[in-house]
Structure formats: C-alpha cells, structure tokens
Nanobody, 122 residues
C-alpha cells in the first residue's frame, strides 16, 4: 500500500487558482497511477482527474476539462492538481488516490488520502 497526504486546500474567490499536492510514501510511487476525486456536501464522491504511471496519459471529468491540470513528479513522489478559473461549484473535499492503472485509479482506487478542503466563494 502507498500512503497519501494531500495539502493546499483553502478558501479562494471565484475565478482564482489553487494547486493541490499529494505526497506519497511507502511503495514505489512510480508504480501507481494517480488520481483526484472530490466530494461536495450532500453529494457522492466524484472523479476529477487521473494520470498514468509515467505521466504519458491523463484523463479528466468533463466538468473540469480546460480548467484543471493533473501532473506528477516521480522523483519527488508527489502528484499535483492545478485548478484555474475556480467556480463555487468546485467547492468540495478533494482526495488523492492511487491505483495500478489509470483506468483503475479512475474507478476503484486502492489507496486514498484523508482529503483537503477547497472552498470557492462567489
């Protein structure tokens, strides 16, 4: 198992930007595809973005395409989610996730972080 710790969540105004980070420890980071999910109050957790082990492939939810960018640094065992043009509907707890492939991490991750709160004010 890989242990994941998110950081970077805070209160931001609509139209602003945030960069979330996910620090991984334990098993070899480069052997995992990485993903981000979010859960808004009263809603189910939903997929946001994922990146393959070697960062050659990425995939995004339609709601964030063109605004969010997922990246990773295998040398530093970190993954990031750059969020631009934030909207109030992006308000949620954001979770980092890991899985063996980009398909698995997008659907049924094997590891989760504890989450970081992002609040976008209008």
């Amino acid at each position: 198992q890989v242990q994941l710790v998110e950081s970077g969540g805070r209160l931001v105004q609509a139209g602003g930007s945030l960069r979330l980070s996910c620090a991984a420890s334990g098993r070899t980071f480069s052997s995992y595809a990485m993903g981000w999910f979010r859960q808004a109050p009263g809603k189910e957790r939903e997929f946001v973005a994922a990146i393959s082990r070697g960062a050659l492939s990425t995939t995004y939810a339609d709601s964030v395409k063109g605004r969010f960018t997922i990246s990773r640094d295998n040398a530093k065992n970190t993954a990031h989610l750059q969020m631009n043009s934030l909207k109030p509907e992006d308000t949620a707890v954001y979770y980092c996730a890991a899985g063996s492939t980009i398909l698995i991490v997008s659907t049924t991750p094997s590891s989760w972080g504890q989450g970081t709160q992002v609040t976008v004010s209008s």
